[in-house]
């Protein structure tokens, strides 16, 4: 009998509007896709990820707030009882949508701040650091918890002990480190993402029990060094294997299915939400191969071999595919010294 997955998670990017185009961004935001799915299709998503028990939705663009009927999909998700967290730059913040927000009991936002205001508005625009911050506040000031994500690259991650001396004293719940992958724009513009992720676990390890915040290493950063307890952000935490098609979806603003969303190619693509239902696709013997039949004899390089293969499988199937020439079993991230 085929093994029944139980989906927890999805990030939803509803729109590819946004009024930056960021250098390194991944999905090449800033036009809105043509076709992108109806406030009535979108309406059906909500349903479907309700019937399939999702525990939480993340959803990013593009800029959320530059789709028009956003609220009405917040609020749909919200009411069937699903927790939303929305992924923001922060530039177009106004009153009217922290009310909207409020009104729509969204968990929380996270505002993308890449680094020190010369690092962060050198790849988007000048003046988005301040506003960002500004975004932060006000959110806050109106009692919606606020998170921090950073996108480490060759230029910023060294910088981070500096940026944390200001996120210090900014009333955030979380602060996340993840790697900027180089898809998208940042492949276009060959930017140098490549960073030394030791040095990364060995900051986060350094200021997670006195900082004020929750601060974690996402996915992609990692494995199973002696400070893995300390770096996922809550308390004992391991990393578990890419949860892609395991418990987490991507849904993109054409209903496009993968089981990441920064699994930016379409060769991951399992379905579409426009000629297959979500449950039709999520239960499908043969989607998300690439994970659910995941073995650890498929491990390739340096992660071959190792003796924690078989619990971080090889560690993120999206960051591997883009930065080790289509590889998706062995992570150049990685930072255990071998056994």
């Not at 979108?42 to 789709?67: D, K, N, P, T, Y």
């Not at 991650?157 to 180089?182: G, H, M, N, V």
Request: proline share 2%; net charge neutral; hydrophobic share 35%.
């Amino acid at each position: 009998m085929t093994k029944k997955y139980k989906l927890r998670s999805a990030v939803w990017e509803i729109t590819l509007s946004c009024c930056f185009s960021c250098a390194y961004c991944g999905s090449c935001g800033g036009k809105a896709r043509e076709n992108e799915l109806s406030t009535l299709e979108c309406l059906g998503v909500v349903e479907q990820l309700r019937a399939l028990g999702c525990h939480r939705v993340s959803l990013i663009g593009g800029e959320v707030f530059m789709r028009g009927d956003w609220e009405t999909i917040v609020r749909a998700l919200t009411g069937a009882g699903i927790k939303v967290c929305i992924i923001t730059n922060g530039f177009t913040m106004t009153e009217r949508i922290i009310n909207a927000l409020k009104d729509a009991s969204v968990e929380s936002v996270a505002v993308s701040v890449d680094g020190p205001e010369d690092v962060h508005d050198a790849f988007r625009q000048k003046g988005s650091y301040e506003r960002a911050f500004r975004a932060i506040k006000v959110l806050t000031d109106a009692g919606i918890p606020v998170s921090v994500i950073s996108a480490l690259r060759a230029d910023n991650y060294k910088r981070l002990p500096e940026f944390y001396e200001t996120l210090k004293d900014c009333p955030i719940f979380a602060w996340q480190l993840q790697a900027c992958s180089p898809m998208g724009n940042a492949k276009k513009n060959a930017l140098d993402v490549k960073f030394d992720a030791g040095y990364v676990i060995s900051f986060v390890a350094g200021i997670v029990k006195d900082a004020p915040f929750s601060v974690g290493c996402a996915d992609n950063i990692g494995y199973f060094t002696q400070d893995e307890t300390l770096i996922r952000g809550r308390h004992g935490a391991c990393f578990g294997g890419c949860g892609a098609g395991i418990d987490s979806i991507g849904i993109d603003s054409v209903g496009n299915v993968r089981g990441c969303e920064s699994m930016y190619d379409e060769r991951f693509n399992e379905g579409n939400l426009r000629q297959r239902t979500l449950e039709d696709i999520w239960n499908d013997e043969n989607a998300f191969s690439y994970n659910r039949g995941f073995d650890p004899s498929m491990l390739t390089g340096k992660c071959a071999g190792c003796n924690m293969g078989q619990y971080c499988a090889g560690g993120c199937r999206s960051y591997n595919y883009f930065t080790n020439d289509g590889k998706l079993y062995e992570n150049v991230l990685c930072a255990r010294k071998r056994n």
